[in-house]
T-cell receptor
Framework: GQNIDQPTEMTATEGAIVQINCTYQ??????LFWYQQHAGEAPTFLSY????GLEEKGRFSSFLSRSKGYSYLLLKELQMKDSASYLC?????????????FGSGTQLTVLP | DSGVTQTPKHLITATGQRVTLRCSPR?????VYWYQQSLDQGLQFLIQ???????AKGNILERFSAQQFPDLHSELNLSSLELGDSALYFC?????????????FGPGTRLLVL
């Protein structure tokens, strides 16, 4: 089975840096995704890690440690529009299936 | 805009009824996934199709079924609806060819069962 844990809520200030952690215990692993979801809208893809290390994409970076079953999403220079839910998702083991198992999401509130 | 389209955007119906949700994947994508998102359950994978064939099943109830047509659009059928089926239903698509296999989500259908 899959078990994914992330904090329920976080608050940060505009311009600051915030790190959202995700830990997972899965029966197989074939990549970890981070998605951003504004209330009532579709999740949008932010980042993908399959190997250990840091992936940087502008203001967003994502880190993975497969041995620790741990990932984080780092958001820099926070903007008000970054207020959203951030979803950590693990992809099923390799094969024909490609479904994602999502964590419950971390609701980030950015304050002025 | 992800390129994935879903209709309708909103659906209000009564318990015991049947509804059909429709999804068109991004151009060129062969794989379609259906997810259900309710307030207490988060995003739950329901079912995956690849090029017309079912590939994986998740937490999909027997009252629910889906199919993918030759033009690659997909439909999710929900029958004998219950109050607890009220949720956002998302469709996602992916190319099923590249190593990253990113899924792109449609805008969702908000279903309210009264």
């Amino acid at each position: 089975g899959q078990n994914i844990d992330q904090p329920t809520e976080m608050t940060a200030t505009e311009g600051a840096i915030v790190q959202i952690n995700c830990t997972y215990q899965t029966s197989g692993f074939n990549g970890l995704f981070w998605y951003q979801q504004h209330a009532g809208e579709a999740p949008t893809f932010l980042s993908y890690n399959v190997l250990d290390g840091l992936e940087e994409k502008g203001r967003f970076s994502s880190f993975l440690s497969r041995s620790k079953g741990y990932s984080y999403l780092l958001l820099k220079e926070l903007q008000m529009k970054d207020s959203a839910s951030y979803l950590c998702a693990v992809r099923a083991p390799s094969g024909s299936a490609r479904q994602l198992t999502f964590g419950s999401g971390t609701q980030l509130t950015v304050l002025p | 805009d992800s390129g994935v389209t879903q209709t309708p955007k909103h659906l209000i119906t009564a318990t015991g009824q049947r509804v059909t949700l429709r999804c068109s994947p991004r151009s060129g994508d062969l794989s379609v996934y259906w997810y259900q998102q309710s307030l207490d359950q988060g995003l739950q994978f329901l079912i995956q199709y690849y090029n017309g064939e079912e590939r994986a099943k998740g937490n999909i109830l027997e009252r629910f079924s889906a199919q993918q047509f030759p033009d690659l659009h997909s439909e999710l059928n929900l029958s004998s609806l219950e109050l607890g089926d009220s949720a956002l239903y998302f469709c996602a698509s992916s190319a099923s060819g590249g190593p990253t296999e990113t899924q792109y989500f449609g805008p969702g259908t908000r279903l309210l069962v009264l």
